[in-house]
């Protein structure tokens, strides 16, 4: 895939470079701030652009605004954020107009380097990848008032794996159920959190919004 990178720090931009180029992607741009990362969107069509959500010049949300903002007039291009920290309000704003092609992980996730091209490839395909460690914190932050507090542990736990991206096929083989086990707790958590009205692979991000918007 064509691959734009959006990243601050030289030592961890030069090295997605290396690891990219050896996975046989083309990394068509290496930027060290945000300020031109729309530019080289509209030049050079890029399948995914991997951002950094703080960059220069104030090191606050620019990266964020700019993967929003490239979300909206190119959604055919995918969009990964990385973040330091785990900011929920950011995850929910870049999840919130379109569900596809768009992830959202924890520069820790970049070292283990599987997983990070897992999450590329994922985001690729049309797919959404949420950080196990944000699906977590956001798990251990809902209050009794919250309907995924009704959540049994088992629904949880398949709530949790699908957060991440995963296909129900992928689930049964993480958390050693059946298919039809997978199939039973998803639809027990669609009609919890009220997404029984919504189809589809719709319903399925919206269960993962509902962590983010609580």
Known sequence: MRVILAEDSTLLREGLVRLLADEGHEVVAALG???????EVEE?????VVVDIR???????????????IREHRPEVGV????QHIERTYAAQLLAANAERVGYLLKDRVAQVEE???????IHAGGAVIDPEVVRQLLIRTTH???LARLTPRERSVLETLAQGHTNTAIAEQLHISLSAVEKNLNAVFDKLD???TTGYNRRILAVLRYLES
């Open 33 to 39: 701030d945000a300020v031109t990362l729309l530019k």
């Open 116 to 122: 990070f091209l897992d999450a590329l490839e994922r």
């Open 195 to 197: 997404l029984t009205g």
């Open 44 to 48: 050079h069509r890029p399948d995914i």
């Open 145 to 147: 008032g919250d309907p």
């Open 55 to 69: 960059m220069p010049p104030t090191h606050t949300v620019e990266g964020l605004r700019a993967a929003v903002e």
């Open 80 to 83: 990964l954020v990385l973040s």
